[in-house]
């Protein structure tokens, strides 16, 4: 049985699907940064929201700055194979489109949108045909 509500696929759309949607306002340089927040911030909302709440005792929601390291579930929900989310061999990537840094073009919300459904090499980690399922 998995720990999950949804596959990494559908995980992926609820996501792209969330970005595309204009809920929440796009920002840089942080996850979330009053009430804005970057691709990842936006991801980590998609899962709250669509699997379980991660908030504290205050029911804050638990945003961190910088990446997903913390949030080592919502990696593996989504299938991201690195914590900020790169891709390409690590020369490109979500983070540096989302704040247009390290020579990257920033693009909104919808381009990044369009990216994770392109699923580009090492965004995500490879499904594999010998995968058990209880």
């Avoid at 990537?93 to 699923?119: C, M, P, W, Y």
Wanted: include cysteine; proline fraction near 2%; hydrophobic fraction near 30%.
């Amino acid at each position: 049985m998995s720990k999950f509500k949804h596959t990494p696929e559908e995980a992926r759309e609820l996501w792209a699907t969330s970005l595309e949607s204009g809920k929440r306002e796009q920002a840089t340089g942080l996850l979330c940064d009053d009430g804005k927040y970057c691709c990842l911030g936006d991801l980590i909302e998609v899962f709250a929201e669509n699997e379980r709440p991660l908030t504290d005792s205050e029911g804050r929601l638990l945003i961190r700055e910088g990446d997903l390291s913390c949030f080592q579930d919502i990696q593996e929900w989504v299938g991201l194979c690195n914590n900020d989310a790169r891709y390409y061999g690590g020369n490109d990537g979500l983070v540096r489109r989302n704040d247009g840094i390290l020579g990257k073009e920033k693009h909104t919300f919808r381009q990044i949108s369009a990216i994770i459904r392109s699923n580009p090499q090492g965004l995500f980690v490879e499904e594999t045909d010998d995968t058990e399922e209880n």
